[in-house]
């Protein structure tokens, strides 16, 4: 079946932009997680998504980023003001849900912010 | 506050010989452990998983894992490696117990040479 998708695959902007990057989780699937993933960082935990509870939004690095996702499927992290250090890969993954679930992992976003 | 540690950076093994990449972690309650490994330029894929049960838990690929709770351990392991394993590969833990989002350690760069 279809696995996670994420668009797009490269993005390039200019500091001080603002930038949208989309997931689609794998159907059925009701948790929805974003991670960063830096050069020699691992994974940075960024927000989660469970069904239509309120999202933890602890790990957002700063007020610049936000992430909603409508109707329990599709979502969107939007960072706004770009800057350099935003420069990741960004990685989308989704569960069946529970703490017990293995998560499913997108291809990524490479985010460039020149 | 829950944490992995992978201690090495990289793991370089012939092919044929046995392998095994180091991980280690910490939680309060009883850990969730999985294993995930990322090839150049893809997302994480999902290996294998401890939940409860047998301490030796059987992935893919011929991956295995051993959970060791006395060493606070979860090793992965292959008895004879092939080239192709080469890759990136992340443990990661959460708590069973309550709420907690998925920590991953900084990975671990296998090298299996022909």
């Known amino acids: 079946g279809a696995g996670v998708s994420q668009s797009p695959s490269n993005k390039v902007t200019e500091k001080g932009k603002d930038v949208e990057l989309r997931c689609d989780p794998i159907s059925g699937h009701t948790a929805l997680y974003w991670y960063r993933q830096s050069l020699g960082q691992g994974l940075e935990f960024l927000i989660y998504?469970?069904?239509?509870?309120?999202?933890?939004k602890s790990g957002l690095p700063s007020d610049r980023f936000s992430a909603e996702r409508t109707g329990g499927s599709v979502s969107t992290l939007t960072i706004q003001r770009t800057q350099q250090e935003d420069s990741a890969v960004y990685l989308c993954?989704?569960?069946?849900?529970?703490?017990?679930?293995?998560?499913?992992f997108g291809p990524g976003t490479r985010l460039t912010v020149t | 506050a829950q944490s992995v540690a992978q201690p090495e950076d990289q793991v370089n093994v012939a092919e044929g010989n046995p392998l095994t990449v180091k991980c280690t972690y910490s939680v309060s309650g009883n850990p969730y452990l999985f294993w995930y490994v990322q090839y150049p330029n893809r997302g994480l894929q999902f290996l294998l998983k401890?939940?409860?049960?047998?301490?030796l838990v059987k992935g893919s690929y011929g991956f295995e894992a051993e959970f060791n709770k006395s060493q606070t351990s979860f090793h992965l392991k292959k008895p004879s490696a092939l080239v192709s394993d080469s890759a990136l590969y992340f443990c990661?833990?959460?708590?069973?117990?309550?709420?907690?989002?998925?920590?991953f350690g900084k990975g671990t760069m296998l090298l299996v040479s022909p």
């Open positions: 998504f469970q069904g239509n509870s309120a999202p933890d």
């Open positions: 401890y939940i409860t049960g047998d301490n």
């Open positions: 993954a989704s569960s069946l849900g529970g703490t017990g679930y293995e998560q499913y």
């Open positions: 990661a833990v959460r708590d069973s117990r309550g709420y907690s989002t998925l920590t």
